[in-house]
């Protein structure tokens, strides 16, 4: 669905890149780094711009809060 494209860790957050579908406030995804790691969580919040969103088009790049530290260029997908 999508790639992580940089991690911010002192605030705990993920920019992604959404390739395709849709994501919103509490689905549940997976991330998944190059080492083959993955870390599943569900999704608590969501940000453009600094402005909370409630869904995420294809197209769109957005911060998403993560509960664990995650590495650039992991894959993010819909479980």
Sequence with gaps: ????????????VAVVKLVSGDLKVGDKV???DSAGEDVEQEIK???I?????EIAKKGDEFGLKVD???KAKSDVVKV
């Design 30 to 32: 997976k991330l998944t």
């Design 1 to 12: 669905m999508g790639k992580i494209t940089h991690y911010y860790d002192k605030i705990q």
């Design 49 to 53: 711009e600094h402005a909370k969103i």
């Design 45 to 47: 919040s969501m940000q």
């Design 68 to 70: 664990t530290p995650v």
